[in-house]
């Protein structure tokens, strides 16, 4: 005989977790003891549940374990739910075990209509959670434990990944039951349609076209498909491009072409609106991928999507020509099974030569980020940054600047990786997500020199309390404070559209504190840096032992730069030009320059 919350302990070990994260709590008390005190699982503990959960999802990313997460009722659940979000769109598996009043004040097991609390501190959590996760349940009885785990470790990694959640009452938590009397659940069986076909069909596609791209996605690491990846790019050798997973490929590398976007890369954009083939392999074609004028998206390519989730292929902006539902693994696998003795045409060697004389003539970071103009100018310090990594070094990125410019400047080395979470995009991932990344590369690697983490100071503020976090652990964690005096991204659609501001910085009503004597409170060592020679100063950051916060003061002018820029007309409406037309606008006969011969914005497919 054991306990449910032993029971959930043991189970949750033997399907390979190996880390929980969580914040303790009463309505918790059981789940607490029984998985602080596995011998298989190593607790993390947080000072808010929203951390901890951001924590999770990083931790997933890094490791490819599942990641436990662990929370209390009430305000503890909900705390988490921000979290739980950025799994749910970016594809991340997460495991969400929550404490809940005893059933006999549960509104789950209380059918009174409208009744909105009743238990002490209660929160009636799975319809909350059920939006935003694969599988969530309440459980209501104790021999059903095994049944409910079951369902919830199928569906956190079957198909497309994400979040589950099993809200366990207290009472059902110290329940006793006997393992071998459990209820089961079997996952249906049957096999998946093959996608030979398919590929035979993309292939002939790829052998007609004369400009084929590649747009890779976040979906090729869900699908743990990164090898088969790197099999089909090399067998093909044609333009590769990045969706929000830029360290699928160096930057550095013969078939790197840029990252399109509305605030991407010059050369990405260019590639991809002249192209004639455009192979999307696990990129959902976001807004943020596609811009807000979606219809003139590569416009002359045969586009052609591979997604495992059929609505994402199914929505109302890009519509692919040929949409293929596929696990990106198994299709990769046939792909470069049926690739064997493929010989490039040489027209795809023309073609991979003028993508790559884009990227050599628009670098995102231009003589101007590099001119001093009495603050440090974020391009420039995100190349000079970037020079100083190694390959086995994981940068975590909150959002707005610390993510968007990185992710446009980078420059990207054969193993590095570099992540943000882009669906949800919250404020407060940066530090949260660096420990979560810490504590996925331990698991994946055994160790981990250091992390770096780059967050806003306007980001920093909503996850604050966790520097005591990395403090306690003496985590290696680097963090950058990219201080540019508030919200910037905020700051310019206020700019743009009323021509005035609020609250979006000190000056309109946010204020932020000193940095370096925040992080000196909690017992990490801080400097600041704001003069033009900022390169020492990132070298000496990096070299320290254990943990460092630099604030870097930012010309808080400095825009994003190459973007999309939408303007509003006198009626009202607001016009996006296409993608490969970035601001700072070229002049016409330029841009007309970086359009393929005879790009006239109609399809050649």
């Not at 699908?223 to 790019?233: G, K, M, S, T």
């Not at 992710?407 to 949800?424: C, D, T, V």
């Amino acid at each position: 005989m054991t306990t449910v919350a032993r029971y959930v302990a043991d189970r949750l070990s033997a399907s390979g977790a190996s880390h929980v994260f969580l914040v303790t709590g009463g309505g918790a008390m059981f789940l607490n003891d029984a998985l602080c005190h596995e011998p298989g699982l190593t607790p993390v503990c947080f000072h808010h549940e929203q951390a901890a959960a951001m924590a999770a999802e990083a931790y997933a990313r890094i490791a490819e374990h599942p990641p436990v997460l662990n929370v209390t009722t009430g305000p503890g659940g909900i705390n988490a739910l921000n979290g739980v979000f950025g799994a749910w769109t970016d594809s991340v598996p997460m495991i969400v075990i929550s404490g809940q009043v005893k059933r006999a004040t549960c509104l789950a097991t209380t059918p009174v209509p409208g009744l909105r609390q009743l238990g002490d501190q209660e929160g009636e959590i799975v319809p909350m959670a059920r939006g935003i996760t694969k599988y969530a349940a309440v459980v209501e009885r104790a021999e059903d434990i095994d049944w409910h785990l079951d369902q919830a470790l199928h569906h956190a990694f079957d198909s497309r990944p994400g979040p589950v959640w099993l809200d366990i009452p207290i009472d059902v938590q110290s329940a006793a039951i006997d393992p071998e009397a459990l209820r089961r659940w079997t996952p249906p069986t049957g096999v998946p349609p093959s996608c030979a076909a398919a590929v035979t069909e993309v292939i002939r596609h790829l052998r007609e076209a004369r400009r084929p791209v590649i747009l890779a996605g976040t979906g090729v690491r869900a699908a743990r498909a990164v090898a088969e990846f790197e099999r089909v790019i090399r067998r093909l050798g044609v333009p590769v491009t990045t969706a929000w997973t830029h360290d699928l490929i160096a930057s550095d590398d013969p078939l790197y072409c840029g990252r399109p976007g509305s605030i991407g890369t010059r050369a990405g954009n260019f590639t991809v609106q002249s192209a004639d083939l455009l192979l999307v392999l696990g990129s959902r074609l976001n807004i943020r991928q596609v811009s807000y004028n979606w219809q003139a998206f590569a416009p002359r390519a045969f586009k052609i999507q591979v997604d495992i989730d059929a609505a994402e292929l199914a929505k109302p902006t890009v519509k692919p020509d040929l949409a293929v539902q596929a696990d990106l693994e198994e299709f990769l696998a046939i792909l470069d099974f049926a690739l064997a003795g493929w010989t490039r045409p040489p027209a795809h060697a023309e073609w991979l030569d003028w993508c790559r004389q884009r990227v050599m003539d628009y670098p995102v970071v231009q003589a101007h980020h590099r001119q001093f103009k009495g603050k440090i100018n974020p391009y420039h310090f995100i190349d000079e940054l970037f020079a100083r990594l190694d390959g086995d070094d994981i940068v975590a990125c909150g959002n707005a600047t610390a993510t968007i410019v990185p992710f446009q400047a980078g420059a990207i080395k054969p193993g590095m990786r570099l992540f943000s979470n882009s669906g949800s995009a919250s404020m407060g991932y940066d530090l949260p997500a660096a420990i979560g990344a810490w504590f996925g590369a331990l698991a994946a690697r055994g160790e981990q020199k250091r992390i770096v983490c780059l967050a806003g100071d306007g980001s920093i503020m909503m996850n604050l309390q966790e520097l005591q976090t990395i403090a306690h652990h003496r985590l290696p964690i680097k963090i950058f404070v990219l201080n540019n005096r508030g919200y910037l991204s905020i700051r310019s659609s206020q700019a743009n559209f009323f021509g005035r501001l609020v609250g979006e910085s000190p000056d309109n009503g946010v204020g932020f504190p000193d940095f370096v004597a925040v992080a000196t409170a909690f017992g990490i060592p801080a400097r600041r840096v704001a003069s033009a020679d900022s390169a020492a100063s990132i070298a000496e950051v990096l070299a320290a032992e254990g943990p460092q916060l630099c604030d870097v003061i930012l010309d808080p002018g400095q825009g994003f730069e190459p973007r999309m820029s939408s303007r509003k007309l006198p009626d009202g409406s607001i016009v996006t030009p296409p993608l490969e037309d970035m601001f700072p606008f070229l002049d016409r006969d330029e841009l007309e320059r970086n359009r393929w011969p005879g790009n006239d914005g109609t399809s050649d497919a």
